[in-house]
């Protein structure tokens, strides 16, 4: 399977990206470009699920969204004007075709079809209750809890059993659920995950990200509020607030680092975040230095930023190769470290006797940084100096990121001058949270209620946690150790 980011060893991963199209010709070819565009937000799995007017059709497949949805007689298949689909990188469940999403069952009210973002923070819980009422899951996935929720509700209308079901499960989730009678669209209470209404002619969409309604020429309508649900049917589009209004937590790592630079998250362009964090970094972290080069490419709007305010000249010194995904050479140490090396190569000419800046979005197990710090030296660089464009990553997320446990975690097991001789960097330092915060246009965190949801730097997580209490947690991060590859 071939993935896109270069130091794909040790980076945060999104869970998944979700789109969906109502009322458009070919609606599944649309699914699919639309797909293409959240790529970066999954790239163990796809899936798309299409409704003809009579019946569903779904094709899921392992690997990336091309190479399983550009050919012909898989798309023959998904005729139909109405369309969701789904890219995965799994936190929960195993990696296998059954957890591939969108799920579809056929539920008393016909069939239905869901797409989800995020992670049920009480899907083991809830699991044990309906297993003993009598459900029969063919999935290890948290999202199929919710279709059984839907399912064994005492509510009439398939309405009334979402809204129930979304009542009792905590946690984070952006949902596209398909119907015979329309589409819905559903972001939890505080926002965690993001969700984008969009319009292509009469068809509407629902999408994670701005940049996929740019890749299919639709116009960008608003973002779906924290806990609102729509309904598009016949055309029309209505809302419904069916939770009790809380303040919001929108996921902060989304402008660090999981949203394309070319979105618009909160009506705020991700790219212009980004350089402002590095305008932080340099005003809070200044190093006398000859160069700012960015880890490619999470690393790049970030630097310019930094080098903006720095004065110190921005450069490509780490160059990075668009034609291998993951590294094919895999026997023995020696040779695994040379395939390294046809992903990514210092610049030497430029590098040699500087003094550089190094810039990356976070630092998570270290691995990655021990390897691209090693790589300048190698290059003849004078003074290697690490700046990250966020503080440190000390706590592990529930709501639907791959984070590694906490024991893996660098910054939860060093301090920030021990990191620094960990992946031997001339000095190491991070972005406080009162600065990402500021790049974001606040004046500060809000330390009584937080604009954002920023557990991953705080610990102050948004709801409660009821699969991974003190007593569980090791438990449950040993299970998904074991499953995820």
Same mark, same amino acid.
């Given at each position: 399977?071939?993935?896109?980011?270069?130091?794909?060893?040790? &980076? $945060?991963?999104?869970?998944?990206? *979700?789109?969906?199209?109502?009322?458009?010709?070919?609606?599944?070819?649309?699914?699919? $470009?639309?797909?293409? !565009?959240?790529?970066?937000?999954?790239?163990?799995? +796809?899936?798309?699920?299409?409704?003809?007017?009579?019946?569903?059709?779904?094709? @899921?497949?392992?690997?990336?969204?091309?190479?399983?949805?550009?050919?012909?007689?898989?798309?023959?298949?998904?005729?139909?004007?109405?369309?969701?689909?789904?890219?995965?990188?799994?936190?929960?469940?195993?990696?296998?075709? @059954?957890?591939?999403?969108? /799920?579809?069952?056929?539920?008393?009210?016909?069939?239905?079809?869901? !797409?989800?973002?995020?992670?049920?923070?009480?899907?083991?819980?809830?699991?044990?209750? /309906?297993?003993?009422?009598?459900?029969?899951?063919?999935?290890?996935?948290?999202?199929?809890?919710?279709?059984?929720?839907?399912?064994?509700?005492?509510? @009439?209308?398939?309405?009334?059993?979402?809204?129930?079901?979304?009542?009792?499960?905590?946690?984070?989730?952006?949902?596209?659920? $398909?119907?015979?009678?329309?589409?819905?669209?559903?972001?939890?209470?505080?926002?965690?995950?993001? %969700?984008?209404?969009?319009? %292509?002619?009469? =068809?509407?969409?629902?999408?994670?990200?701005?940049?996929?309604?740019?890749?299919?020429?639709?116009?960008?309508?608003?973002?779906?509020?924290?806990?609102?649900?729509?309904?598009?049917?016949?055309?029309?589009?209505?809302?419904?607030?069916?939770?009790?209004?809380?303040? +919001?937590?929108?996921?902060?790592?989304?402008?660090?680092?999981?949203?394309?630079?070319?979105?618009?998250?909160?009506?705020?362009?991700?790219?212009?975040?980004?350089?402002?964090?590095?305008?932080? %970094?340099?005003?809070?972290?200044?190093?006398?230095?000859?160069?700012?080069?960015?880890?490619?490419?999470?690393?790049?709007?970030?630097?310019?930023?930094?080098?903006?305010?720095?004065?110190?000249?921005?450069?490509?010194?780490?160059?990075?190769?668009?034609?291998?995904? @993951?590294?094919?050479?895999?026997?023995?140490?020696?040779?695994?470290?040379?395939?390294? &090396? /046809?992903?990514?190569?210092?610049?030497?000419?430029?590098?040699?006797?500087?003094?550089?800046?190094?810039?990356?979005?976070?630092?998570?197990?270290?691995?990655?940084?021990? &390897?691209?710090?090693?790589?300048?030296?190698?290059?003849?660089?004078?003074?290697?100096?690490?700046?990250?464009?966020?503080?440190?990553?000390?706590?592990?997320?529930?709501?639907?990121?791959?984070?590694?446990?906490?024991? &893996?975690?660098?910054?939860?097991?060093?301090? *920030?001058?021990?990191?620094?001789?960990?992946?031997? =960097?001339?000095?190491?330092?991070?972005?406080?949270?009162?600065?990402?915060?500021? =790049?974001?246009?606040?004046?500060?965190?809000?330390?009584?209620?937080?604009?954002?949801?920023?557990?991953?730097?705080?610990?102050?997580?948004?709801?409660? /946690?009821?699969?991974?209490?003190?007593?569980?947690?090791?438990?449950?991060?040993?299970?998904? =150790?074991?499953?995820?590859?």
């Amino acid at each position: 399977m071939l993935t896109t980011h270069p130091f794909d060893d040790d &980076k $945060l991963r999104e869970e998944c990206g *979700v789109f969906g199209i109502y009322g458009a010709e070919s609606a599944a070819a649309v699914v699919a $470009l639309g797909l293409h !565009a959240l790529q970066h937000r999954g790239q163990e799995a +796809a899936g798309i699920t299409a409704f003809d007017g009579k019946e569903f059709h779904t094709h @899921r497949a392992m690997g990336h969204v091309a190479g399983n949805f550009d050919r012909d007689d898989i798309m023959r298949q998904l005729g139909g004007a109405s369309s969701i689909g789904h890219v995965r990188y799994s936190t929960t469940g195993e990696t296998a075709l @059954r957890n591939v999403q969108p /799920l579809f069952a056929d539920l008393a009210t016909g069939g239905f079809a869901v !797409a989800h973002n995020g992670n049920i923070s009480n899907a083991t819980a809830l699991r044990k209750i /309906l297993v003993r009422r009598g459900s029969i899951f063919q999935s290890t996935s948290d999202t199929e809890v919710i279709i059984h929720l839907v399912a064994t509700s005492n509510y @009439r209308t398939l309405i009334d059993r979402f809204i129930d079901a979304l009542k009792q499960v905590e946690g984070a989730y952006s949902l596209i659920c $398909l119907t015979a009678e329309g589409m819905i669209g559903c972001r939890d209470p505080l926002g965690i995950r993001p %969700l984008v209404l969009g319009k %292509l002619g009469d =068809a509407h969409i629902l999408a994670s990200e701005t940049v996929a309604l740019d890749v299919v020429g639709a116009e960008f309508v608003r973002s779906v509020e924290p806990g609102e649900l729509v309904i598009i049917r016949d055309g029309q589009l209505t809302s419904h607030h069916p939770f009790a209004e809380r303040a +919001a937590r929108p996921c902060i790592f989304e402008y660090v680092y999981f949203s394309r630079p070319d979105s618009i998250v909160e009506g705020t362009s991700v790219y212009s975040v980004r350089k402002a964090i590095g305008a932080e %970094l340099a005003r809070e972290n200044p190093v006398e230095a000859d160069l700012v080069i960015p880890v490619p490419d999470s690393g790049t709007p970030a630097a310019i930023g930094y080098a903006q305010e720095s004065g110190i000249p921005f450069e490509l010194g780490i160059i990075r190769s668009h034609y291998v995904g @993951r590294t094919f050479i895999q026997p023995g140490d020696k040779v695994r470290h040379l395939g390294v &090396k /046809l992903k990514h190569n210092a610049n030497r000419a430029l590098i040699a006797g500087k003094r550089i800046v190094l810039i990356d979005d976070s630092i998570v197990r270290g691995t990655t940084s021990l &390897k691209i710090v090693q790589m300048m030296r190698d290059a003849g660089a004078a003074e290697v100096h690490m700046r990250i464009a966020s503080p440190p990553t000390q706590h592990s997320c529930f709501y639907g990121v791959d984070t590694p446990e906490r024991a &893996k975690l660098l910054a939860a097991q060093m301090t *920030v001058g021990q990191m620094a001789n960990f992946i031997n =960097a001339d000095s190491l330092s991070f972005l406080t949270i009162d600065g990402l915060y500021r =790049a974001l246009g606040e004046a500060k965190r809000n330390d009584e209620i937080p604009q954002y949801c920023d557990a991953c730097f705080t610990g102050d997580y948004p709801t409660t /946690l009821t699969d991974f209490d003190e007593n569980s947690i090791d438990d449950q991060f040993s299970l998904l =150790a074991e499953r995820v590859v």
